[in-house]
């Protein structure tokens, strides 16, 4: 009885983490771009090979605040990762705020966020994600190439640290107008 128990608080933690994720979807992207400003400085869309998103992800990133020398945005990323026999395959989210700094075609780049990965058979963890890297953004051109620091730091059982790091291609559907 006391598995029994167990197997049904584990079903209950992992409706309750399925209806979490479904609502940040919702509010991040039904919800947030109602109340965004008309002119959004930039939207780009990128592939990262390895990096915060584990072995690649698919990633949509905008800009929410834009200055001379920094601009602020923040990004959601998708991927599938393998993780082992007990777990399945991880549906991995990663959420994060990125700071862009620079004037010129090159840029520092610092982020933070939170990967939050759902298997398949149902667990549930999280990472944080921090990153710090340079992004090459020709100011005339869409594209843009990024090769980042990415360790991935689980906090929830015991403290570890992955090191990681990625390199992403992407493209720039709405320029800053300056």
Aim: hydrophobic share 40%; glycine share 8%; proline share 3%.
């Amino acid at each position: 009885m006391i598995s029994i128990a167990n197997n049904s608080h584990s079903a209950c933690v992992s409706i309750r983490t399925k209806k979490t994720v479904c609502l940040i979807f919702y509010l991040v992207f039904l919800v947030y771009p109602l109340f965004c400003q008309n002119d959004l400085k930039r939207q780009s869309i990128f592939f990262e090979l390895a990096g915060s998103g584990g072995l690649g992800s698919l990633n949509y990133e905008q800009t929410f605040n834009s200055g001379k020398q920094v601009n602020f945005g923040w990004r959601l990323g998708l991927s599938l990762a393998p993780i082992d026999k007990n777990n399945g395959t991880g549906l991995v989210f990663p959420v994060m705020i990125n700071a862009l700094i620079g004037r010129n075609d090159h840029k520092f780049e610092l982020c933070l966020g939170q990967g939050i990965t759902i298997t398949t058979k149902g667990h549930f963890f999280l990472l944080t994600t921090p990153a710090i890297g340079y992004r090459l953004q020709p100011a005339r051109k869409n594209w843009f190439y990024r090769a980042s620091y990415t360790p991935l730091v689980s906090y929830l059982v015991d403290f570890q640290v992955q090191q990681w790091a990625g390199l992403s291609i992407g493209y720039t559907f709405k320029r800053s107008r300056r």
